[in-house]
Structures are given as structure tokens and as C-alpha cells.
């Protein structure tokens, strides 16, 4: 459904090079740019260039709520890029200039379908998001036990040393015990904060509804 109304814009300005429909942190959700292109890196600098113009308006100390829109025009293409909901936005790279102004109305109802696309589709990858992370979790819990079994074992090991006799070896056992216990430690951190992670994206997932609820 997206993809139509993209085609829509396009069929409305012949203009239209490319369409690239990313989230504030860069994210880009949908673009008709090649994938043999670095698409991450190009929602990186399209973001960035949002955040360096904010920082030019905190620096000059102007009033800003928020962008509306974004226009640099060069000889051969322009790109505008627009604000679409609370963190989606819209890029448009054109062909040549043209009457920006006038070409925005004839494709603002294309603008309005394609944000309340964004943010019904916005939900369901925050729900993918939070199924790689759990898949992620899962993994690390499992090399968690992994490594609890082996300190389990080299701790009975160490009962058993004679502390005269096998020098070396209890030796050898605390220093691989210690490094254990380290690598435990840095896995249940690392658990913590992919804990952290999921209960910040189900927050976000009930905002969502929420807001969905008070439009409706």
C-alpha cells in the first residue's frame, strides 16, 4: 500500500527522481532507491543534516517547535525533504528545478495517505524489533548457563586440588575461573541491557495505541 501511493507521487511530478521515507533516528522504512546503495547510511546523513540545522537554530537561540519542511536546491536536482507524523518523515529528490510551492499541493493528499501508512507500520516493526531482541536475549541466556555450568565445574574441581600437591593446576583453575566469572558478568550486563531495550519498546508499542485510541 505504501509503494502505491509512493507510485502515486510519482505519476503526479514526472520530476520525481527518488522517495526515500525514513524515521527521525534515520531509519529509512521505505525508498524506491536501488538496495545496491548504502540506504543506511543515506537516512544517517539525511537525519544528521536535520539534527545540524536544529543545533544552528539552538546556537542562534531562535524559537523551534519543529520543521515543517526542508528545501535544497542545486542545478540539476533538489531535494525536499517534509514532516510527516511525530517521527516520520519524507525525502524527494527532483530532477531539475521547479515551482516547489505549487508541486506540494498537487501531492498533499499523497503526503497525509502515506503518513498514516508510516505510523500503522511503524507498530508492527517496533513488534519485529522487539522479536530480534528477544531471539538475542535468548542466546545470550543460553551461553549464560553455558558458562555457569563450566565455573559450577571448575569450582568442584578446585575442591578436590590438593593445594600442595597440584600447585600448577589450582593455579591454572583460579585463573580460568576468574576469567569465567568476568565473562559472566559482562553477559548478564549485556542481558540487562537487552532487557531495558524490550521494556523501552513496549512502551513505545502502548503510546502508540494509545494515540490510536484518542484519534479514534
Given at each position: ?19 526515500a521515507m ?47 519542511k ?5 542545478d ?19 530532477q531539475?528545478?521547479?515551482d516547489?510551492?505549487q508541486k ?37 541466556n543460553?551461553?549464560l ?10 569450582e ?11 600447585k600448577?593446576?589450582?593455579k591454572?583453575?583460579?585463573?580460568k575461573?576468574?576469567?569465567l ?11 540487562e ?6 521494556i523501552?519498546i ?5 503510546e ?9
Amino acid at each position: 500500500m505504501v509503494f502505491k501511493s509512493v507510485s502515486q507521487i510519482q505519476k503526479a511530478l514526472p520530476e520525481v527522481l527518488h522517495i526515500a521515507m525514513f524515521y527521525n533516528n534515520g531509519t529509512i522504512y521505505q525508498t524506491t532507491i536501488d538496495q545496491e546503495y548504502n540506504i543506511p547510511k543515506l537516512g544517517e546523513y539525511i537525519a544528521e543534516a536535520l539534527n545540524q540545522l536544529r543545533k544552528v537554530y539552538e546556537t542562534c537561540n531562535f524559537k523551534l517547535v519543529d520543521y515543517k519542511k526542508l528545501i535544497f536546491e542545486t542545478d540539476e536536482i533538489s531535494t525536499i525533504i517534509l514532516k510527516l507524523g511525530e517521527d516520520s518523515n519524507l525525502a524527494m529528490f527532483f530532477q531539475k528545478e521547479l515551482d516547489i510551492n505549487q508541486k506540494l499541493k498537487s501531492i498533499h493528499r499523497y503526503i497525509k495517505k502515506i503518513e498514516e501508512l508510516i505510523d500503522v507500520d511503524k507498530v508492527e516493526l517496533e513488534f519485529q524489533e522487539l522479536e530480534r531482541i528477544n531471539q538475542e536475549l535468548k542466546k545470550l541466556n543460553e551461553e549464560l548457563n553455558f558458562k555457569q555450568e563450566k565455573i559450577k565445574e571448575l569450582e568442584e574441581k578446585q575442591v578436590l586440588l590438593d593445594p600442595e600437591i597440584d600447585k600448577v593446576e589450582l593455579k591454572e583453575n583460579i585463573k580460568k575461573l576468574q576469567e569465567l566469572n568476568e565473562e559472566y558478568r559482562l553477559l548478564n550486563q549485556e542481558c540487562e541491557i537487552k532487557k531495558n531495550e524490550m521494556i523501552s519498546i513496549r512502551e513505545a508499542i502502548e503510546e502508540e495505541r494509545k494515540k490510536k485510541i484518542e484519534i479514534l
